[in-house]
């Protein structure tokens, strides 16, 4: 079982990548390029505090270590094609700030396994702004099938996470992509719903 599951992940983390790629270059997504350079600073740090932690392989925590792969092309991908402005807002900032005082805590005090946690910490908090997004949005920006796949293949790591950090790795990815899944659903129940019939006023 854990051998399929872990070519399963790299499987679908590779159809993710050249699917994203692909509705990027054709403009038919709008993906956040503040958000994917953010995931892969999160997901670089948190992959080396895990091997830090224990005597661990990349292999042994193979979702954070093909988001990395994930993050850092789709961060290019959507720098040349998806526009060049990679203007932070200040909820942005302020969690770049925190990244910040994480990896430098980090390398002060080695506390590897608190590091990580603050890390995938981080990570959940990067979503909030696209769920605050989708939120108030009219209509969806994002593909429901890549999100999906990400989704699946979060729980498909579920059965190959070697060690606590690796486990809360997945756990915390899949509780994040099926809440963004849930509000992509929200919107598109939003806009299929029909408009209400104005009343017409009768003269007289």
């Known amino acids: ?23 990027t270059v054709k403009k038919r997504i709008e993906p956040s390029l503040a958000m994917w350079i953010f995931f ?10 895990y091997l830090l932690d224990g005597d661990f392989s990349p292999l042994d925590n193979i979702l954070n270590t093909s988001d990395i792969v994930l993050c850092l092309t789709l961060s290019a991908v959507i720098y040349i094609y998806g526009g060049r402005e990679a203007r932070f807002n200040s909820f942005e900032k302020l969690c770049l700030a925190l990244v910040g005082l994480i990896l430098t805590y980090w390398y002060f005090s080695k506390a590897h396994f608190t590091t990580n946690l603050s890390l995938q910490l981080i990570q959940f908090i990067a979503y909030l702004p696209v769920y605050n997004r989708m939120w108030k949005a009219g209509r969806n920006t994002e593909s429901f099938m890549t999100w999906i796949l990400l989704f699946l293949v979060s729980v498909i790591s ?17 509780a994040c992509t099926a809440v963004l899944l849930l ?8 806009k299929n719903r029909p408009k209400p019939v104005p009343e017409t006023k009768n003269g007289g």
Do not use: P, Q
Not at 40 to 49: D, P
Not at 158 to 165: Q, S, V
């Open 40 to 49: 892969s600073i999160a997901v670089v740090g948190s992959l080396f505090s």
């Open 158 to 174: 579920l059965f190959d996470a070697k060690g606590t950090l690796a486990l809360i790795y997945s756990i915390r990815a899949t």
């Open 183 to 190: 509000l992509m659903v929200r919107l598109e129940i939003k």
């Open 1 to 23: 079982m854990r051998d399929l599951s872990f070519y399963s992940v790299i499987a679908v983390n590779t159809a993710i990548l050249v699917r994203y790629t692909v509705l």
